[in-house]
Nanobody, 126 residues
Framework: VQLQASGGGLVQDGGSLRLSCAAS????????MGWFRQAPGKDREFVAT????????VYADSVKGRFTISRDRGKNTVYLQMNSLEPEDMAVYYC????????????????????WGLGTLVTVSS
């Protein structure tokens, strides 16, 4: 399974971006897909996850109400719509997927994911 993230870039404070993550591979069949981010000098942190089959979503408090995660199962793609971006959102954003057996309580733990995209940089200018 390979994940290809795209959509990052430079945006002004208050602006919007949409990230995409396309998955390929014959064994692709996650239970969860997620977005995580890593700012300079900080650990990677959970942003949002989506249950691949049910479409249910969970968000970090810091992005709730501003970011929306969605998926297109037909395209094997997960999206992250980011609105009202703040300088604190500036980071490399990574998409991740599990093999299909991740339990609910582990979806926030980046160490539990099996596949990762290379990351896409989001820069927010103030």
């Amino acid at each position: 399974v390979q994940l290809q993230a795209s959509g990052g870039g430079l945006v002004q404070d208050g602006g919007s971006l949409r990230l995409s993550c396309a998955a390929s591979g014959r064994t692709f069949g996650p239970r969860y897909m997620g977005w995580f981010r890593q700012a300079p000098g900080k650990d990677r942190e959970f942003v949002a996850t989506i249950n691949w089959r049910a479409g249910t979503t969970v968000y970090a408090d810091s992005v709730k109400g501003r970011f929306t995660i969605s998926r297109d199962r037909g395209k094997n793609t997960v999206y992250l719509q980011m609105n009202s971006l703040e300088p604190e959102d500036m980071a490399v954003y990574y998409c991740a997927a599990d093999r299909g057996s991740l339990i609910y309580s582990s979806q926030f733990d980046d160490s539990k994911y099996d596949y990762w995209g290379l990351g896409t940089l989001v820069t927010v200018s103030s």
